[in-house]
Every structure is written in structure tokens, then in C-alpha cells.
């Protein structure tokens, strides 16, 4: 069974400070992507990354960068948090082949104070 | 740009009963891909059914199946004999088939059974 594991459930951090989410997956996924969750707003895409040390920017890339230098695992980077990104954040994976679905952790839920 | 619109910020149905949530979706593409994805509390998104756009039949899984409409860019799903466990947040989400499989999200539809 597919298994992609966000290294924090609940996360609080201050405004101006580097903030670091973790994604790490199992099952040797070419594909990784990070959205985050607001209420009325459904899932906006981030950023994705089709192999290693390739990233392409989602619909709400600002603000944001990611790093990928292995394969299994998807760091979402804030380089200064702000309190407008406070949200819910979550990490998926997939393989490239046609029809696959998106397999999701359980999520970060992270406030800016 | 595609778009999945979902109007029903929230639905109920009572238990056993037959509930349809709707979800549109606007694109200029003729293959692609559409997917139902539930979230219960517990946050972890699963997948619920999904329909390749160049196969008229509509999808079904136990009991949830899907009515899609591709010409008017409709696809519902429709969840029979309701349980309390099918209480959650269900996002309805599209993916071009030529894009690899990024997805783009409706706004979600909160379901509540009601015993």
C-alpha cells in the first residue's frame, strides 16, 4: 500500500520565520506535488516535480519554493511566513503512467502567528 | 485554463437514502480525466471513483457511481444507501491526459448522514 508520510500534523510558527514542510513517499513515485487547502477555495497546486531536482510552479507559487534531491522525499520551503499562509497543507504522489491517481498524506495543518 | 466548479458548499441526506453532489468543469480538451476524491475528519484524501472522458459508460464502484454528461462538462457523483461513514468533504478534480497527473480541484462539497 502506497504510503506518503508529512512530517508534522499541527505545526505553529511565527511570522518572518523559515518554515520547512516535509513529504516523503514509498513507493518510488516519479511524481510528487504540493497543494494547500482552504475552506471555499477547494485545493490549489503549489508546486510539482516530475523527477528529481525538476520542479515546475503550480497556480499559487508565491511566496513558496520546494526542493527535491531525492526521489521519495518533496520539501515545500516558506522563505519568510507570513500570516496569509496560514492553511492546510498537503503533499502527494503519483507515477506517470496514464490514469494513475494522486496518493495524499494526512496533511499539515500550519499557523502563522 | 480548466476550471471544476462545485455549487453545493454543503449537502445532507439521511441514512440509507440516495444523495447527488454536482461538479462542472470547464476545458477545451476532448480526452482527459475526472475524479471524485472523499475527505473524512481524519484528513486523508481517498479516492472514489474516477472516469476516463472517452468512455461513454458511466463509472460505478459499490455504491457510487457517476453521471457524466460531456457535453454539457457535468459530472456528478451519486452515493446510494448512505452511511454514516460516508460523511466528509468530497472534491470533485480534473487532469488532462497530456499533463501528466497534476489535478485541478473543485471548492468541495461538505456531506452529512444524518442517523
Known amino acids: 500500500d502506497v504510503k506518503v508520510t508529512q512530517s508534522s500534523r499541527y505545526l505553529v510558527k511565527r511570522t518572518g520565520e523559515k518554515v520547512f514542510l516535509e513529504c516523503v513517499q514509498d513507493?518510488?513515485?516519479?511524481?510528487m506535488f504540493w497543494y494547500r487547502q482552504d475552506p471555499g477555495l477547494g485545493l490549489r497546486l503549489i508546486y510539482f516535480?516530475?523527477?528529481?531536482?525538476?520542479?515546475e510552479k503550480g497556480d499559487i507559487p508565491e511566496g513558496y519554493s520546494v526542493s527535491r534531491e531525492k526521489k521519495e522525499r518533496f520539501s515545500l520551503i516558506l522563505e519568510s511566513a507570513s500570516t496569509n499562509q496560514t492553511s492546510m497543507y498537503l503533499c502527494?504522489?503519483?507515477?506517470?503512467?496514464?490514469?494513475?491517481?494522486?496518493?495524499f498524506g494526512d496533511g499539515t495543518r500550519l499557523s502563522i502567528l | 485554463a480548466q476550471t471544476v466548479t462545485q455549487s453545493q458548499p454543503e449537502m445532507s441526506v439521511q441514512e440509507a437514502e440516495t444523495v447527488t453532489l454536482s461538479c462542472t468543469y470547464d476545458?477545451?480538451?476532448?480526452?482527459?480525466?475526472l475524479f471524485w476524491y472523499k475527505q473524512p475528519p481524519s484528513r486523508q484524501m481517498i479516492l472514489v471513483i474516477r472516469?476516463?472522458?472517452?468512455?461513454?459508460q458511466n463509472a460505478t464502484e459499490n455504491r457510487f457511481s457517476v453521471n457524466f454528461q460531456k457535453a454539457a462538462k457535468s459530472f456528478s457523483l451519486k452515493i446510494s444507501d448512505s452511511q454514516l461513514g460516508d460523511a466528509a468533504m468530497y472534491f470533485c478534480?480534473?487532469?488532462?491526459?497530456?499533463?501528466?497527473?497534476?489535478?485541478?480541484f473543485g471548492e468541495g462539497t461538505q456531506l452529512t448522514v444524518n442517523p
Open positions: 502527494a504522489s503519483s507515477l506517470t503512467r496514464e490514469v494513475q491517481p494522486q496518493h
Open positions: 513507493m518510488d513515485h516519479e511524481n
Open positions: 516535480s516530475y523527477d528529481v531536482k525538476m520542479k
Open positions: 476545458t477545451s480538451e476532448s480526452d482527459y480525466y
Open positions: 472516469q476516463e472522458a472517452y468512455k461513454q
Open positions: 478534480a480534473y487532469r488532462m491526459k497530456t499533463s501528466g497527473s497534476r489535478l485541478t
